[in-house]
């Protein structure tokens, strides 16, 4: 089966670094994506890891560890408009998406 | 290019009633997913497609949910007779491909489903 784990908020503000962690159990993997959805809105592809290693896309970055089963989002100089859920997603076939992590950014 | 079609946004139906959703993918996708997000989890995959062939249809109760993709392209998912518990978003995903190993799936903005 598969199984992921986020923490289910955090909580930063404006300006600030945040990470969010992942953790999954899969009988198979290609890969690790990272998704974001605003409230009432649809998910939104942000980054993709299938090495090893870290994946910078502006102002986003994301690492996968496979030998640990555990990944994180790295969100820098936060704005108010990241507030929204982050959902980690494994890929082997079909997606299996963790249940999220509400980001509330403060200013 | 064009995003991912849903309708209805919305729909309110008492239980035991039927209900049906419409997605049209992306032009050219191969694959469209249907997926079930209740409040405060993550979408939780019910059927994907290939085409207009079913590549997963696990998690799909069966004894009440239906889905086809006609021709390839776009789809219907439907529920008779609803439950409480069928309330959620329904979202439906298209990708280029499908079951490759870096792939990108597009969301619609979903159908929000109220069973009373």
């Known amino acids: 089966g598969q199984s992921l784990e986020q923490p289910s908020e955090v909580t930063a503000v404006e300006g600030a670094i945040v990470q969010i962690n992942c953790t999954y159990q899969?009988?198979?993997?290609?890969?690790l994506s990272w998704y974001q959805q605003h409230d009432g809105g649809a998910p939104t592809f942000l980054s993709y890891n299938a090495l090893d290693g870290l994946e910078e896309t502006g102002r986003f970055s994301s690492f996968l560890s496979r030998s640990d089963s555990y990944g994180y989002l790295l969100l820098q100089e936060l704005q108010m408009k990241d507030s929204a859920s982050y959902f980690c997603?494994?890929?082997?076939?079909?997606?299996?998406f963790g249940s999220g992590t509400k980001l509330n950014v403060k200013p | 290019e064009a995003g991912v079609a849903q309708s209805p946004r919305y729909k309110i139906i008492e239980k035991r009633q039927s209900v049906a959703f419409w997605c049209n993918p992306i032009s050219g996708h191969a694959t469209l997913y249907w997926y079930q997000q209740i409040l405060g989890q993550g979408p939780k995959l019910l059927i994907q497609f290939q085409n207009n062939g079913v590549v997963d249809d696990s998690q799909l109760p069966k004894d009440r949910f239906s889905a086809e993709r006609l021709k390839g392209v776009d789809s219907t998912l439907k529920i008779q007779p609803a439950k409480l518990e069928d309330s959620a978003v329904y979202l439906c995903?298209?990708?280029?491909?499908?079951?490759?190993?870096?792939?990108?799936?597009?969301f619609g903005p979903g159908t929000r489903l109220l069973v009373l």
């Open positions: 997603a494994t890929n082997f076939n079909k997606f299996y």
């Open positions: 899969t009988s198979g993997f290609y890969g």
């Open positions: 995903a298209s990708s280029r491909i499908g079951g490759a190993r870096q792939e990108t799936q597009y």
